[in-house]
């Protein structure tokens, strides 16, 4: 396999971003985090790619930040997270396609962050989530403490925080972080058959979803439904809006484009 720390493979309209620093279970350096970000980049801005998977090489997703690298010191932190974590988080979530997290082993720290920036996340039944920043005497960051509550709810979040313990791939899908729960062998080959599904479909209103769904915590109501009439209406000016009108009054299946 290759030594890149980052793997960018493409089956069609789908890509898989594979974290491979295996022997250190992808604990997160400078080389990662760059590479990460180019591959994220480079999947947002390929019309031709319609649907992400984002995995871990090995035993695990990842153990977070590269604890015997300089830049997992935190000395200077401040600049690490800002100039290597958080334009990966945020292009993640800008990401103008579906992105699933097929979460192959232990997701930890910042890690689990990556693994939360994903859309979907799957899990293989020997994975595991672990805050396990305060262990180490730091707080959680690149997003954790953003998407923790949101999908988790402040309970579980402050206990997952402070307790910093590990969570199993079952637990986590009782909690609601997880959306399925597949047998280790099964879980690359269930996100890939489910990024086959996404991608074809219409990949237009997916961003939009994703554009309507990132913030609403944030917004209120009617500023909500502002933004859902405005999405409508672009959403309803694309060719799969049309496609998919007519296949159902057809009653055929859809044939989408991503247009
Ligand atoms: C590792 C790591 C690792 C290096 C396992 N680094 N080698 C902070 C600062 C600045 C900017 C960015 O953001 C952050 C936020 C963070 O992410 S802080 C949190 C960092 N992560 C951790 O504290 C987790 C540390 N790792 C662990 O607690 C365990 O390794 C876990 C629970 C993840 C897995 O345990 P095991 O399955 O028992 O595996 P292991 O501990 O035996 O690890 C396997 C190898 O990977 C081992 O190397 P070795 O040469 O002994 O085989 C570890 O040293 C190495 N490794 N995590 N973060």
Known sequence: MSDSPV???VDGAVATITLNRPDVLNALNT???LALREAVEKAAADAAIRAV???GAGRGFSAG??????????????TTLRERYHPVILAMRA???????????VAAGAGMSIAMAGDIILAGRSASFLQAFSKIGLVPDAGSTWFLPRYVGDVRARAMAILADRISAQDAQAFGLVWQVHEDAELLPKAQEMAQRLAAMPTRAYAMIKQALNDSHQR???????LEADLQVEAGKTEDFREGVAAFLQKRPPQF???
């Open 7 to 9: 793997l960018y493979q």
């Open 31 to 33: 080389a990662l985090m």
């Open 53 to 55: 998977v984002v995995t």
């Open 65 to 78: 930040a590269d604890l015997a690298s300089s830049s997992g010191g935190t000395g200077n932190a401040g």
């Open 95 to 105: 990401m103008p396609k579906p992105i699933i997290s097929a979460v192959n082993g």
């Open 220 to 226: 209120d109501l009617a500023t909500q439904l502002e």
């Open 257 to 259: 484009k991503g247009r």
